[in-house]
């Protein structure tokens, strides 16, 4: 990383979601019995698509996401791939909500709106072009981030 890009970086979180973790290896044993026990293609192949797909959630729960605050804006990333990008003007407003279960986990949304969650706490930020949710276990971290990056003195 270049020097001038360190000096663009005010903080950065992470937010993963390694108990999630707890449950996918588990389902991850039901295709790898299957493929110990029999070797036909109806069976292997599905197994292998389950086990690749099983193995990248892994990675995606273990490593959670990334949220860099930068003088310019907010970067949410995962596994180093940028997921999405807000321009620190875009900031409209922001504050930490309850999230619920039945909103569901990792990346959701629709359209205008998208959440980045593995927990039940989210800095709700509103933009014109949309709004944003980002999980994490200290909420109040990420306000105390976004502050840093628009210059807002409160929110909460």
């Not at 980045?116 to 706490?121: D, F, L, R």
Request: proline share 4%.
């Amino acid at each position: 990383m270049s020097d001038a890009y360190e000096s663009d970086v005010l903080a950065e979180e992470t937010h993963s979601g390694r108990a999630w973790s707890l449950l996918i290896l588990p389902a991850m044993l039901g295709p790898a019995i299957a493929l110990s026990l029999t070797r036909t293609a109806t069976v292997v192949w599905p197994a292998i698509v389950a086990c690749a797909v099983g193995l990248g959630t892994l990675a995606m729960t273990w490593s959670g996401f990334q949220y860099r605050f930068l003088r310019h804006g907010v970067e949410i990333r995962m596994l180093g791939f940028r997921l999405r990008s807000i321009p620190k003007q875009s900031i409209v407003s922001y504050s930490i909500e309850p999230w619920s279960f039945i909103r569901g986990y990792g990346i959701r949304g629709l359209g205008s709106t998208r959440a980045y969650v593995w927990c039940n706490k989210v800095v709700h930020i509103k933009t014109p072009n949309g709004e944003v949710f980002l999980g994490h276990s200290d909420p109040q971290r990420i306000v105390r981030d976004l502050n840093m990056v628009t210059g807002f003195l409160t929110h909460g």
